[in-house]
Each structure stands twice: as structure tokens, then as C-alpha cells.
């Protein structure tokens, strides 16, 4: 630790600050997984009640893996700025140890109403000539199961030594544990990588099994990466409206900033690349996604995406003034929103189809939304109780403290 910082005080999370939030959490969480459970069960609304959990389900699969991303890139790339806002990032990707739990419903539709999600499921392959050709031996259910079971039990493995050994940390302030945590995080990048790509084919390509695109992962990755940095932006930001985090200032929010500029950029680039290449090669195969999005009432959504998530993101992003000030936070909860209109364009036109845009239907996505945050959120508390607010035995903490753009 260097002589010229002193080292602070390790800051521990007071329960009574997270109480009335854990309540509020409960119930939010206890109401939206009702009435999602409702939608699933009554035979008018079984078909949307499971397009709207898969969608609830994969937005927040996206934060809890963009965030183990931000964390193995940390360790992977021996950054020196994140180190105070580290633990917050640990904190939510604790999380995916319990997610698979959400899967369940979606399993549950896979083994009893395999037509509703996924129609290669039941498909004939004699008259389906894409799978009876290459795509018969990815999409078949032992390699389904098992590729579940892959991306659970390695994401959540990766999450859960990365968080025990910074944990471990703070108690013997080993630099073993830096060296171990690099280890695992170099290796947990390409997981990261592999685990949303094959979700992303598994669970939202495969709607549509006969859809082709080969930039469908990074496409994925670049909203991801994105909107768990704003994620970790508005934590963070709360826990300091708590008195927390005291070690964290304007330049860490700069840097947290220009992290959100560069994901709006590439994902602007990345979903500009897709739709280029697509409608330029103009195969039935590929353009048959984008011609149910910009038909109907899905135009109006598609374009508010493509305006509402680069163009006006780009501009604010670029002033250094906004990302030092409290403003960041609202362009955070932008990004996220985004992100939610993103996801809700790739997988609920799969449900309605011809029929276009419906608003009953975005109503009806709230439920498994608040159903699925609040517990999530009522978890991530109970994290926060569990160790310091950030790492204070890091060898790396002095660098941060003093960070400067």
C-alpha cells in the first residue's frame, strides 16, 4: 500500500439501511411472480405468459453476466481503477449461483407444451429440411439439456470462486488470492463469451430455428457489457446516497461513463453490421427477423431502439461535465430501459407475429420483471451485509484511490 494514500476503514453494509428495500423487494417479487404463474397456468394467456418470463428471464441473465464479464476483466487485465467498485460487481454476479432456478418454468414448457417457446422441439425432421440437415445435430434435446447445464454450472462456478476469494481476501490480505483470482478470470472471459452466445442461440435464436446470423453472440455481449456497466453505475450510486463508498469519486464515475460510451457505440456498430450484411445478401433465411420487426406496430419500436439507445445516448455520453455529475445516473437507467425495449423486440414478435405490436403484452411483461428483480434485488441485499463494501485488502486499492483520467 502506498505511503502517500491512507488506507480507509472498512465500510460494512448496516442491515437496517437495506430493511424497508428488502420488504419493498419481497413484495414486488411475491405480487410479479403470482401473476406471471397466473399467465402461465390459464390456457388464454399461457402462450404470452411464456414469452414474457423468457424475455424477464433473459434480461436479467444479460446484467448478471455483463457484470461477471466487468468483474473477470478486472482481474484478467490487472485494472487498478475498479478495485473500490469491485465487491458491488461480485455482489450481483453472487447471483447467478441461484438463477437457474428461473429456468425452471422455462424447462418445465420445454418437457410438457414444448410447441409453446420452441417448435423444433416438436418439429418432424422428414419435413423440416433443416433439421433433418446440419441443424439436426445441434438442435435435439440430450445436447439441449446438456448445454443448459454447461452454461449454469460454469458461469456460476466462475462467479462464485472469483466473489470467495476476493471475500477471502479482506480477512488475510494474501496477494495469493490476486494471483489465484487472475487465474480463474482469464479462464472465465472465454466462459462469459461461450455462455451468452450458446443462450442467446439456445433460448432466443431458436424461436426461430430457421433464422440464421452469425453476429447474434456479439450482438448480445455488446447490450450486455452495456447495460450491466449502468447496473453497477446506479448501485453504486445508491450505496453512496446511504453514505457508502466513500472511496469512490467523480473519476471512477468518468471511467464508468466512457465504459457506457463505448458499449453505446459498439452496439450501434455491431446491430448496423447484422442489418447491413442481411439485407444486402437478402436470404430468406436471415431477413426473415428483420421483416417481422419493421413491419406494423414493430416499426415504431424498432426505430425508438435504434434512436433511443445510440443517438441519444451518443451525445450526452460524450461531455466529460455529465459523466463526473449525478447526471450519469439518469443516462444509466436509460441504457437499462433500452435494454429492456431491446430484448422485448427480439423475443415477443416470435409470439405475435402477423398481429404486430400489442400493448397488453408489454403490460403483461411487468409482472415477471418486478417477479424476478425483486428477488433478485431482496438476494443482492443479503449480499451486501455479507463483507466490506469493497475490497480493502487489495494490493491494487491504493492505485484506485488515487485515480485519476
Not at 449525478?326 to 430501459?337: G, V
Amino acid at each position: 500500500m502506498s505511503h502517500h494514500v491512507k488506507a480507509p476503514a472498512a465500510e460494512k453494509f448496516d442491515p437496517k439501511d437495506g430493511q424497508f428495500a428488502q420488504k419493498v423487494c419481497l413484495g414486488l417479487g411475491a405480487i410479479g411472480l403470482i401473476v406471471s404463474a397466473v399467465l402461465l397456468l390459464l390456457p388464454q394467456t399461457k402462450d404470452m405468459g411464456a414469452h414474457v418470463w423468457l424475455f424477464a428471464f433473459f434480461y436479467f441473465f444479460t446484467l448478471l453476466v455483463g457484470c461477471l464479464f466487468w468483474t473477470c476483466l478486472h482481474h484478467a487485465t490487472d485494472s487498478e481503477w475498479s478495485v473500490v467498485v469491485r465487491r458491488q460487481l461480485e455482489n450481483l454476479t453472487g447471483l447467478l449461483t441461484k438463477y437457474w432456478v428461473f429456468f425452471i418454468p422455462i424447462a418445465l414448457l420445454c418437457v410438457f407444451r414444448a410447441d409453446t417457446l420452441y417448435h423444433w422441439m416438436v418439429a418432424d425432421p422428414h419435413k423440416d429440411s433443416l433439421l433433418a440437415g446440419t441443424k439436426g445435430s445441434y438442435l435435439n434435446m440430450p445436447f439441449f439439456w446438456a448445454r443448459v447445464g454447461l452454461i449454469f454450472g460454469f458461469l456460476a462456478l466462475i462467479a462464485y470462486v472469483l466473489r470467495k476469494l476476493s471475500m477471502a481476501q479482506d480477512f488475510d490480505g494474501s496477494a495469493k488470492h490476486t494471483f489465484s483470482m487472475r487465474k480463474y478470470a482469464i479462464a472465465g472471459i472465454p466462459v462469459v463469451a461461450l455462455g451468452l452466445t450458446f443462450a442467446g442461440i439456445d433460448w432466443l435464436k431458436a424461436l426461430n430455428h430457421h433464422w440464421f446470423s452469425t453476429m447474434w453472440g456479439v450482438y448480445l455481449f455488446a447490450g450486455a457489457a452495456g447495460a450491466s456497466m449502468a447496473l453497477l453505475v446506479l448501485v453504486v450510486s445508491w450505496l453512496k446516497s446511504k453514505g457508502y463508498l466513500k472511496p469512490v469519486t467523480e473519476e471512477h464515475y468518468h471511467l464508468m461513463g466512457k465504459f457506457l460510451l463505448a458499449f453505446t457505440i459498439f452496439w450501434a456498430y455491431i446491430g448496423y453490421s447484422q442489418y447491413m450484411l442481411i439485407t444486402y445478401a437478402n436470404i430468406e433465411e436471415e431477413t426473415i427477423y428483420f421483416r417481422v420487426r419493421t413491419t406494423g406496430g414493430w416499426y415504431w419500436v424498432s426505430t425508438f431502439l435504434v434512436f433511443g439507445r445510440f443517438f441519444f445516448m451518443f451525445v450526452p455520453l460524450l461531455f466529460q461535465g455529465l459523466k463526473k455529475s449525478s447526471k450519469i445516473n439518469f443516462c444509466a437507467a436509460w441504457i437499462l430501459f433500452m435494454q429492456f425495449v431491446d430484448l422485448f423486440l427480439i423475443i415477443i414478435p416470435e409470439f405475435t407475429k402477423s398481429d404486430g405490436f400489442d400493448p397488453v403484452v408489454l403490460v403483461a411483461s411487468i409482472f415477471p420483471i418486478i417477479g424476478i428483480g425483486g428477488v433478485l434485488g431482496y438476494f443482492f441485499l443479503k449480499n451486501l451485509k455479507q463483507g466490506p463494501l469493497f475490497p480493502t485488502k487489495d494490493p491494487r486499492l491504493a492505485e484506485s484511490l488515487k485515480f485519476t483520467n
